[in-house]
């Protein structure tokens, strides 16, 4: 596609319900990164991959965030016994190599009730 | 630590007035510096970049940013606000040896008729 594909676009879970969060970035792209935005605030980073390879995870808050690229184009965001704090909206972006042309996707809310 | 700064959280103009908003980043390595706007329930869309070159960078929308190495600062800046103009502008900037982008908190510009 033309561009970064999040689904689902919204989600609501049960407190402890496990959640699996999906990016399919712009064909070609090496690069995938996911952030994580809270209601009023920047995004902050959670993960990295450059192609399949995770080269950075030093974002993901606990070990409940677990992240997967096995292919090196489609990317699952995995969270388990999701808690209220993990209520927030999830934006992945890709990129090719080297140019930092970053392009976002239109985000994944997620409630957490 | 490396880190990018947003000091004012809203900024309300008139319309067809000029704007500044202000972004600081605190680092003694090089750096490459982005601003991205939001619009609400939308992912980020870039507005302009600066990687190396000529430290005005013009970028959509008739923004324009210059970098000032020796203030650190990287502040946007548009002759002639729109209505249209109204959302959440974030300031970016990836640092030396890294691949991703560390993002401020956002200024929430409010343009007014």
């Known amino acids: 596609g033309a561009g970064v594909s999040q689904s689902p676009r919204y989600k609501v879970a049960k407190r402890g319900q496990d959640v699996a969060l999906r990016c399919d970035p712009i064909?070609?792209?090496?690069?995938l990164f996911w952030y994580q935005q809270a209601l009023g605030q920047g995004p902050e980073f959670l993960t990295y991959?450059?192609?399949?390879?995770?080269?950075?995870k030093s974002g993901l808050p606990s070990d409940r965030f677990f992240a997967e690229r096995p292919e090196g184009s489609v990317s699952t965001l995995k969270i388990q016994r999701t808690q209220q704090e993990d209520s927030a909206v999830y934006l992945c972006a890709s990129s090719p190599t080297e140019n930092y042309g970053y392009t976002f996707g239109s985000g994944t809310r997620l409630t957490v009730v | 630590a490396q880190s990018v700064t947003q000091l004012d959280s809203q900024v309300p103009v008139f319309e067809e007035a000029p704007v500044e908003l202000r972004c600081n980043y605190s680092?003694?390595?090089?750096?490459?510096l982005f601003w991205y706007v939001q619009y609400p329930n939308q992912g980020l869309q870039l507005l302009l970049k600066?990687?190396?070159?000529?430290?005005l960078v013009k970028g959509i929308n008739g923004f324009e940013a210059e970098f000032n190495k020796s203030q650190t600062s990287f502040h946007l800046r548009k002759p002639s606000v729109h209505i249209s103009d109204t959302a959440e502008y974030f300031c970016a900037g990836i640092f030396h040896n890294t691949d991703k982008l560390i993002f401020g908190t956002g200024t929430r510009l409010q343009v007014f008729p």
């Open positions: 064909s070609g792209h090496v690069s």
């Open positions: 991959f450059q192609n399949e390879a995770q080269l950075d």
């Open positions: 680092s003694s390595v090089s750096v490459y």
């Open positions: 600066y990687l190396s070159g000529s430290t």
